[in-house]
């Protein structure tokens, strides 16, 4: 909420009218925050303070750690080759407007790579796919996909691009 009401105070354009929104916000949550401070000094020397604090690490151990697993940082256990079709590779081109061919073809149902090859430095130079942020020129490999279209965008989600499994 703090941050929602910092956005609202910078956007404003004027040091005034930021100043006036954020006085506004801490006299409008000043009680608030005077009564959660009594019930919580009120409650931290019940069981039920120790039973918060031990859920409140558990949950930011669990957040760092998926940060860090969705930042690529964890090794991944390499997975045994299969005995199934090889796998089909595509290239994009990443150029200042866009990506080049916008729309590929790959056979669905076989693992595809995705080569990325960066042609002018811009927003494409990152590309989102499948929940991931890949800075390129890089190489993806796709598990077996279903028939269906797999969209992929640039950093800025200006420009998108599109891989068909049929």
Same mark, same amino acid.
């Given at each position: ?8 105070a &910078?956007?404003? =354009? %004027?040091?005034l009218?930021? $100043?006036? *929104? ?7 949550? #000043?009680? +608030?925050?005077?009564?959660l401070?009594?019930v ?5 020397r019940t ?7 031990? &859920?409140?690490? =558990? %949950?930011g151990?669990w957040? $760092?750690? *998926? ?7 964890? #090794?991944? +256990? ?8 090889a ?12 990506y080049?061919?916008?729309i590929?073809?790959?056979r669905?149902?076989?693992?595809v790579e ?12 990152t590309?989102?796919?499948v ?5 390129l020129?890089?190489t ?9 279209t797999l969209?992929?965008v640039?950093?800025?989600?200006m ?8």
């Open positions: 909420m703090t941050l929602g009401v910092e956005l609202i &910078v956007s404003s =354009g %004027s040091p009218a930021g $100043a006036a *929104a954020m006085a506004g916000f801490v006299v409008g949550t #000043a009680p +608030a925050f005077a009564l401070g009594y919580l000094r009120r409650i931290s069981r039920l303070a120790r039973w918060a604090a031990i &859920v409140a690490m =558990g %949950s151990l957040t $760092a750690g *998926a940060g860090v697993n969705l930042g690529g940082w964890l #090794a991944q +256990a390499e997975t045994p080759a299969a005995s199934g079709p796998a089909t590779t595509v290239t994009v081109w990443a150029t200042r407007d866009g080049r061919p916008a590929v073809t790959a669905a149902g076989v693992p995705v080569v990325f090859e960066l042609v002018d430095q811009g927003c494409t130079g590309v989102s796919i929940g991931r942020d890949v800075a020129p890089a993806v490999r796709l598990p077996p996909q279903p028939a269906g969209r992929y640039c950093a800025m989600g420009y998108t691009g599109f891989i068909q499994f049929s």
